[in-house]
């Protein structure tokens, strides 16, 4: 897998790309749980900052942003299953955190499951608080200051 192939950006709500990004989550986030998204779910997400990972023109990668005052809330950050551990999250994470900075944020932080967690950490997020469940499965609180600095 060549990283280069990659292209990030923002894509807007209720766009094709944010459908295909939806598709993604609810492969990869929803259905190992046999969970669903609802309308109310989906419509809650208009005011959000919705970021993808192309490689040829499909989306390969998304996560969604909640703005919150000076930092933002990473959500559902997903990869396509064949792609992961391929380097693909990590360069959407880096792509992340810069455009994090250059929309001002000061700090990033979320609710991570536990499997997902050493990740993070090595990209100098930190646990807080207490071990927790969140859709029937263990979480930490993570959160990561941004030099302000690139």
Do not use: W
Request: proline fraction near 3%; include cysteine; charged fraction near 30%.
């Amino acid at each position: 897998m060549n990283l280069k192939e990659l292209v990030f950006r923002q894509i807007e709500y209720d766009s094709p790309e944010y459908h295909q990004a939806v598709k993604l989550r609810s492969k990869v986030l929803r259905e190992p749980l046999n969970m669903r998204f609802t309308e109310t779910q989906l419509r809650a997400e208009k005011s959000y900052l919705h970021i993808a990972g192309f490689r040829k023109g499909k989306i390969v990668c998304c996560l969604y942003l909640i703005k919150e005052a000076e930092r933002a809330r990473l959500k559902q950050f997903a990869v396509e299953p064949e792609l992961q551990k391929k380097g693909i999250g990590s360069e959407m994470l880096r792509f992340l955190e810069s455009y994090c900075r250059k929309q001002g944020f000061s700090s990033i932080y979320m609710h991570a499951r536990e499997k997902a967690v050493p990740f993070y950490e090595k990209f100098g997020y930190e646990c807080y608080d207490q071990k927790f469940l969140e859709i029937g499965l263990p979480h930490r609180k993570l959160r990561k200051v941004l030099a302000q600095h690139e």
